[in-house]
């Protein structure tokens, strides 16, 4: 059974950098896309990016200018940056497994495996 | 970006009834759209791919449908484990986006 569980600080200090870290246990990091997702306390979902193991990535383009994403295979991680943070970002962030499927001539993805969250608050 | 707009925002509804969930999409996502139900204080749990195919280990209470810009999840006959948030979301293409979400209450 596949787990992931985030890791990192929960308060950081306005203007300064976001870190977490996703540990993947119960299966390998390869062959699959792995995303981050976050949450605002009483609020929606919103993606933020992904990486595939070989470290190709896609990002949200309202993030895109403050995000990075990088993973480490050797240790099954990967890892959000999220530079220049205010108390907008502060929310719940989630990592998660992309699975994808065929369909239609296309390869599409589903979210199948979520992390637990980890609260960030962004707070001098 | 996709806009994903559910209704009804809130539902209250008693156990054993039939309860149908609206998703839209801003412009046509052929069937590339997934549900997920979350509950308080946990990660969400997808329910449905594909608009209509059931995810592993799901109840058959559960189907979805549509196609293009419409879609609905529905619950055949509601238990009370299935009191929580409900989300949609496409990846039809970057950014995925989600549904503001539809809370299921006890009536």
């Known amino acids: 059974q596949v787990q992931l569980q985030e890791s990192g600080p929960g308060l950081v200090k306005p203007s300064e950098t976001l870190s977490l870290t996703c540990t993947v246990s119960g299966g390998s990091i390869s062959s699959y896309y792995w995303s981050w997702i976050r949450q605002p306390p009483g609020k929606g979902l919103e993606w933020i990016g992904y990486?595939?193991?070989?470290?190709?990535?896609n990002y949200n383009p309202s993030l895109k200018s403050r995000v990075t994403i990088s993973v480490d295979t050797s240790k099954n991680q990967f890892s959000l940056k999220l530079s220049s943070v205010t108390a907008a970002d502060t929310a719940v962030y989630y990592c998660?497994?992309?699975?994808?499927?065929?369909?239609?001539?296309?390869?599409?993805?589903?979210?199948?495996?979520w992390g637990q969250g980890t609260l960030v608050t962004v707070s001098s | 970006d996709i806009q994903m707009t559910q209704s009804p925002s809130s539902l209250s509804a008693s156990v054993g009834d039939r309860v149908t969930i609206t998703c839209r999409a801003s412009?046509?996502?052929?069937?590339?759209l997934n549900w997920y139900q979350q509950k308080p204080g946990k990660a969400p749990k997808l329910l449905i791919y594909a608009a209509s195919s059931l995810q592993s280990g799901v109840p058959s209470s559960f189907s979805g449908s549509g196609s293009g810009t419409d879609f609905t999840l529905t619950i055949s006959s509601l238990q009370p484990e299935d009191f929580a948030t409900y989300y949609c979301?496409?990846?039809?293409?970057?950014?995925?986006?989600f549904g503001q979400g539809t809370k299921l209450e006890i009536k």
């Open positions: 990486i595939y193991y070989s470290g190709s990535t």
């Open positions: 412009q046509s996502i052929s069937s590339y």
């Open positions: 998660a497994r992309q699975q994808s499927y065929y369909y239609d001539s296309r390869t599409e993805y589903y979210f199948d495996y």
């Open positions: 979301q496409h990846s039809y293409n970057i950014p995925y986006t």
